[in-house]
Every structure is written in C-alpha cells, then in structure tokens.
C-alpha cells in the first residue's frame, strides 16, 4: 500500500515498533503461519509494554494521534454528568459511576466536577483501563483537576459481579478488536488473516468455518464480493455490562452506523482504519504499536445484544442532539462571552455538533435496567433515531 510522508518517530519508538513486530511474526508461527486479523489486532493495541494502548506513547491531544470529545471541551463531560445525574437520583445514595477507557482521565474529572455541581456525587468512581501507563495519566488529571474527589476514584483489574449505578464508555467499542470476513463471488465466507510474508505482514483469507464468528457474519447477509468487520470482542463486552448492571443505565458514544448504513454497497472494504500522529492510515501493518486501529461501531449490532442481555434501550441519536438535548448551549452561554476561554470553547462546540465534524458521525446509546425514571434521560429528549437500529 502507498503510504503518504508522515511525521517521523522517535528513535525509542522505531525500536518499540520493531520489537513489536518481532512478537507479532513469534505469534503467527506459533500459530501456524496465520493469525485471525482479531488477533493481529489485539497484540497490536494490547501487547504488554509495546502495544498503542499499554505502551508508553502519547495518544490522545495535540501530541497524539486523535483528540477525543472531552479533550475538546469541558462543557462534553458536563452534558454527560446532567444524564448520569438523572440515573443517580433513581438510584439513592449508593449509586456508582463505572467509566471504561477513560484515556487521559479528562472526562473522569469532568464528570465528577459536573456530578458534584449537580449535588449526585457517586459513591464510588470506578475506571476500567487495560492500560498502567494510562491509569497513572488519569490519576495525575484528576489529582489536578479535581483534588478533592480522587478519594471516591477506584481502578478495577476485573468487572465486579454486580453493579449499581451509571456505567459510561466514550470511544471505547472502536477499539476493540475486530475479525475481518468476506464473503467470495461464489457466497462463501471467509476470515481474513495475517501472515509472514517476504519480511512483511501480508493478508490471507480461510475459509470461515461454523462457529460464534460464522454465525454473526452470516446474519449479516453480505452481498458477495463484500468485506466488513464483526466485533466478538464487543458483543461479549456489552453481554458483560448488561450482566453485571443490577440497576442503573449504561451509555455509549462512538463513532458509527446502524446496520443499514453500515454495509452500504459503498462500504463494501469495511470501515478499518489507523490512526498516526493526526493522520488517517489505511494500512494496519504500518507502525505496529505507535498506530491506533479502529472500526466503526454497528449500533444495531449493539442494540441486539443488550436486548438479549436484559437491557432497554433508552434512546440512540447523533452525538449532536445529544449534546443540544443535554444543554451543551445553555453550558456555553453560562461561560459567558468574557471568559477568557469563550471562542475556544465555541471552536469546540461546533466541532462537536457540526455534521461535517463530530455531530452525525459519531452517535449516543442509551440503556436501562430495573429503574423508573421520571422523564427520558437527558440528552434523548429530542430528535431520536432508535427506528433505525
């Protein structure tokens, strides 16, 4: 693949790279010479010390490869915390909040600083993060943002079996990892896979024998000749959430479609895409370790599984009516024009609601479980597309 001229690595990340490389060739022999794309993906994020997520390179922000929503803005966490604030007065005083990825541990302060405002602080703050070197950088944030609150933060090596509370994921179902299938010009299906090629990694498909991934890719009906992802990883993930929540609501924002936009004819190569240094790579081979991987999350594929899982869906929409729904305005007026952050902060506020920015790409899921709420959840008060899932 032609790759463009991008910024050049440091000497200490070229080697953490390579090295990575060098684990990943290790991982395909012992497998047999192939490796399903899902599991070239893991190593590829997850890779104890070199993996993009549990290495030591900066992700998120100027000096990353991506700035996510609460990067931008304070006044994201501050909508998200008037939606966990209406789950928390459902619950009493033992609710909890349970964030997964919390990245730089920016919307983890945002959040506890809005949810204090609001008087509905939780119980206890719990992140899940895979990553050490990014618990260390979220703990720095919120001893910084909000000192005061650090005592109710709670890092969590494992899901507890049971929870009350508010769990919130921003960005978190993209990343995880994907298998990739195709279906051939005859109907067949196919897993594609990664081998060892003339010193590089290089594609190879098999045959997609029966199993849990060959029956998601078939109730999906490509056309032939189509080539998609399906996310083992997140169906089970979101079993997992729905299992755990005794009482409470979960909400997700991510990138993405529902089913019918998802495999559009015209998204016949699927969404799988890179990240580097503020650029979109195509070629997941390119820089293992320092090159974020993701796909686009299929929120009908979400929907069915917290359905099945004892879930109900509160509501699904763009970010951008979320967020308006959630009061991002009235935030922004509040700041007031002398602020000496004002413009920035309007900056944000169209990249965050703007169609041809944030706004209509990424989307919010909402769901419940075994509470009444006066009212439907700040945020899916307006504009609601849940027909499409």
Same mark, same amino acid.
């Given at each position: ?72 803005? #304070? $006044? ?5 915390? %008037?939606? !966990? /604030? &209406?789950?928390?007065?459902?619950? *009493?005083?033992?609710? =909890? @909040? ?108 098999? #045959? $997609? ?5 060959? %029956?998601? !890719? /078939? &109730?999906?009906?490509?056309?032939? *000749?189509?080539?998609? =992802? @399906? ?108 602020? #000496? ?49």
């Amino acid at each position: 693949m032609n790759t463009p001229q991008l910024p050049a690595p440091s000497a200490d990340a070229v080697s953490a790279s390579a090295a990575l490389v060098e684990r990943i060739r290790q991982s395909i022999l012992e497998a047999g010479g192939w490796l399903p794309f899902a599991d070239y993906m893991r190593l590829a994020l997850y890779s104890p010390g070199l993996g993009y997520y549990s290495g030591g390179a900066a992700k998120f922000g100027a000096e990353g490869d991506f700035t996510t929503a609460p990067e931008l803005s #304070p $006044l994201f966490g501050a909508c998200i915390a %008037d939606t !966990a /604030a &209406a789950v928390l007065a459902a619950l *009493g005083p033992d609710g =909890e @909040v349970m964030e997964f990825g919390a990245g730089t541990g920016r919307l983890a302060a945002q959040l506890l600083l809005g949810l204090e405002r609001l008087g509905r602080l939780p119980a206890r703050y719990c992140i899940v993060d895979l990553s050490g070197e990014l618990r260390e950088r979220q703990r720095a944030t919120i001893a910084a943002a909000a000192p005061h609150l650090l005592g109710r933060v709670d890092w969590l090596d494992a899901l507890p079996e049971t929870f009350s509370g508010f769990v919130v994921g921003n960005e978190v179902l993209d990343a995880m990892p994907c298998a990739l299938v195709h279906r051939d010009d005859d109907g067949r299906l196919h897993e594609r896979g990664v081998v060892w090629r003339d010193g590089a990694f290089g594609w190879q498909d098999r #045959p $997609l024998a029966a199993g849990p991934l060959y %029956d998601l !890719a /078939a &109730a999906l009906a490509l056309p032939k *000749g189509y080539t998609t =992802e @399906v996310q083992p990883d997140m169906h089970a993930y979101v079993a997992s959430v729905a299992g755990m929540l005794t009482r409470g609501a979960a909400l997700w924002l991510d990138y993405g479609f529902a089913h019918a936009e998802y495999y559009h004819p015209e998204r016949h190569m699927g969404t799988l895409i890179g990240h580097y240094r503020h650029h979109t790579v195509h070629d997941p081979f390119f820089r293992p370790g320092l090159t974020d991987l993701t796909c686009h999350v299929d929120f009908s594929a979400v929907y069915r599984e917290a359905d099945a899982a004892g879930l109900a869906l509160e509501g699904y929409a763009p970010q951008a009516q979320y967020l308006l729904d959630a009061g991002l305005l009235d935030k922004l007026a509040a700041l007031g024009t002398g602020h #000496p952050g004002y413009l920035a902060q309007v900056a944000a506020v169209q990249k965050l609601t703007s169609p041809a920015e944030m706004g209509d790409l990424f989307k919010a899921i909402a769901f419940s479980k075994a509470i009444e709420l006066p009212a439907l959840l700040p945020g899916f008060g307006g504009r609601d597309d849940s027909h499409k899932l």
